[in-house]
Each structure stands twice: as C-alpha cells, then as structure tokens.
C-alpha cells in the first residue's frame, strides 16, 4: 500500500470518528509512523503522518467540545444521557488529561460560527502549505495560524475587568469619609447624653 493511499485512508478514518478514544488511537498510530518516517528520512510520509495527527488533534477537540454541548454545560463531571458517560470519564478512558483536551478544543475555533469558519480555514491553508512546501506542520504552527485567523475574523477578545477587586478592595471615598465622621460623632454625642441622663435619674442612698 503506497503511503499516500495510507494518508487518504487515515485522514477519512480521523473524521469519521465518534469518540474520543478513537481519534486518540489515530493520533497515536499517526505519531508513530511520523517518527517511523523520521528514522526512514521519508520527508513525504513524515508531512503525510503529522498532518494525520494534527487532523486527529482537531478531532478530539471537537468531539471533546462535543460532550459539554450536549450535557449542556461545560462541567466535566456532568453526565452525558446518550452514553450515560461523563466528559472526565471519556477523556480518562482515552488517555487524555482535561487540560490537554482544552488546547484541543482550542483548534476549533470556539462557540461562535465565525470564529470555528475562520480556525477551519486557516486549518486546510496551513497544512496544504506544508504538503506543498514538504515541511510537517508544528502544533504551534497550526495554532498560531488559527490565532491570527480568529483575530482577523473577529477582532481582539474583550478585556475582563476585576470587578470584584475592585469593589472590595478600594480606597474609601473622599466624599463619604466625613459623612461618616459625622455620623459617629453624632452617636457618641447621644450615647453621653443618654448616659447623663441616666446618671440624673439614679436615686441617691
């Protein structure tokens, strides 16, 4: 079988897949015929087997983004009525810790259908670039290409402020610091008077 039947048939077997320990398991075999590649100096099959990978990456991401979509959150323990599986259980049983799930789920492009056209188009430039000039596409390669896209497509990310922080941890206000003088001389003034008056009404022995 020549490798770029193998190419075709790894890449239709990455996006058939349903779950994630599938794409984990293309990720896997991918991985080990690039170092096989490497060791062989196959450039060809090399390009071929990382862009297989980074193909299987993306899978992942998406069938991982997939479960919170469907528990109708993003809580990694709820649990899924389909599979009656939970996403951290999924993610256990193909080898995959949660934060690398993440970076993944990053490749897609996010919730918003701008920003997923956008990673999906840089995605196809990026690898079709390294098949052309016979170079495997880096995971941060491909990452900072959909991070330019998205910018592009949808402009900087809004800043978050720490509202919370803020609040709670500001310097009083010049204009109520003497309100609040006030206040409790006010209140000291009529705890004496009260207690005068109490000291009047205290009957003599």
């Known amino acids: 079988m020549s490798a770029l039947v193998h190419y075709e048939e790894m890449r239709v077997a990455v996006q058939t897949c349903a779950r994630i320990d599938e794409a984990a398991d293309m ?11 490497r060791q062989q100096k196959d450039t ?16 992942i991401g998406e069938l ?33 810790s949660t934060s690398t799930a993440h970076r993944y789920e990053e490749l897609t492009g996010g919730a918003d259908a701008r920003g997923e056209a956008a990673a999906k188009r840089a995605i196809e430039e990026t690898l079709a670039r390294g098949r052309a000039e016979r170079t495997p596409v880096s995971a941060k390669e491909l990452r900072s290409a959909i991070k330019e896209a998205i910018l592009a497509e949808l402009g900087p990310a ?11 941890n500001r ?10 003088t006030a206040t409790l001389s006010a209140s000291s003034l009529q ?3 009260q207690a005068r ?3 009047r009404t205290v009957p003599m022995l």
């Not at 990720?27 to 590649?37: G, I, R």
């Not at 528990?71 to 193909?94: E, M, Q, V």
């Not at 310097?171 to 609040?180: E, I, Q, Y």
Request: no cysteine.
């Open 27 to 37: 990720l896997d075999k991918a991985a080990a015929l690039a170092a096989y590649a």
């Open 44 to 59: 060809e099959l090399d390009v071929w087997m990382t862009e297989i990978r980074r193909r299987a990456e993306i899978r």
């Open 64 to 96: 991982s983004r997939e479960l919170d979509r469907s528990s109708g959150g993003a809580n990694p323990l709820s649990t899924l009525p389909t599979s009656g599986k939970s996403k951290a259980d999924a993610l256990f049983d193909a080898g995959i």
């Open 158 to 168: 809004p800043e978050r402020r720490a509202r919370h922080w803020r609040i709670t």
């Open 171 to 180: 310097t009083p206000d010049a204009r109520v610091t003497p309100l609040v």
């Open 191 to 193: 705890s004496e008077h």
């Open 197 to 199: 008056a109490r000291a």
